[in-house]
């Protein structure tokens, strides 16, 4: 339990279905981030948000839209999808101070999408 | 571009060895250095991290930096099976403060 909490844990979707993930943070951190996994790439940064305002947005499609209604919670919003989308999206918190400690990054299990 | 490498491997060492990840980075800038594991359909957890050129140790982990090289390295002590995992490299960015991550380094230890 990393006090990261994601849901769904796993969601299959046509591609021109909507459906949402959502994330909660129980450590009092001031910023969140959505990741994106895929095999055999790096982990990508795709969003981060800083006491719940948008400071990046890494070239994502606008078929992902975020949304962070407060510090401890953050949503990703999924719209017509194509089947490479199909990841391991990962929902990350930190106190994003200076220093390691404070910008030691804490992941959420994930959800695993698939685009159908 | 700010790119962190390491080498996927696989690697495989024997129940009680020595394994040794590598990890190089671009950014000069960068001051921190974080050590993740993941395991197969699990997220990343940290492991430690380090910011002080030398070797950090944390129980059998062993996180070593240096800095002119932009070099990171986390040795594995009596390896054990459990520690079979995807291992993630990642630098704090010197100019936006967030973290790149490596592709990561496959460890199998067999018994």
């Known amino acids: 339990e990393t006090g990261v909490t994601q849901t769904p844990r796993h969601l299959v979707m046509g591609m021109t279905n909507k459906k949402s993930l959502k994330c909660e943070q129980h450590l009092g951190h001031n910023a969140m981030y959505w990741y994106k996994q895929s095999a055999k790439k790096p982990l990508e940064l795709m969003f981060v948000y800083n006491f719940k305002e948008q400071t990046e947005n890494n070239s994502v499609p606008s078929r992902f839209s975020p949304e962070c209604p407060n510090s401890s919670h953050l949503f990703l919003h999924l719209h017509t999808l194509q089947p490479e989308d199909s990841a391991l999206y990962l929902c990350a918190s930190s106190q994003d101070r200076r220093g390691a400690s404070g910008n030691t990054i804490y992941f959420g299990e994930g959800s695993w999408l698939t685009v159908v | 571009q700010k790119e962190v490498e390491q080498n996927s491997g696989p690697l495989s060492v024997p129940e009680g060895a020595i394994a040794s990840l590598n990890c190089t980075y671009s950014?000069?800038?960068?001051?921190?250095f974080f050590w993740y594991r993941q395991y197969s359909g699990k997220s990343p957890e940290l492991i430690m991290f380090?910011?002080?050129?030398g070797d950090k140790e944390d129980g059998r982990f062993t996180a070593q930096l240096n800095k002119a090289s932009q070099y990171v390295s986390l040795l594995i002590r009596d390896s054990q099976p459990s520690d079979s995992a995807t291992y993630l490299c990642a630098a704090l960015g010197s100019t936006l403060g967030r973290l790149y991550f490596g592709r990561g380094t496959q460890l199998t230890v067999w018994p």
């Open positions: 950014d000069r800038g960068s001051q921190s």
């Open positions: 380090i910011y002080s050129n």
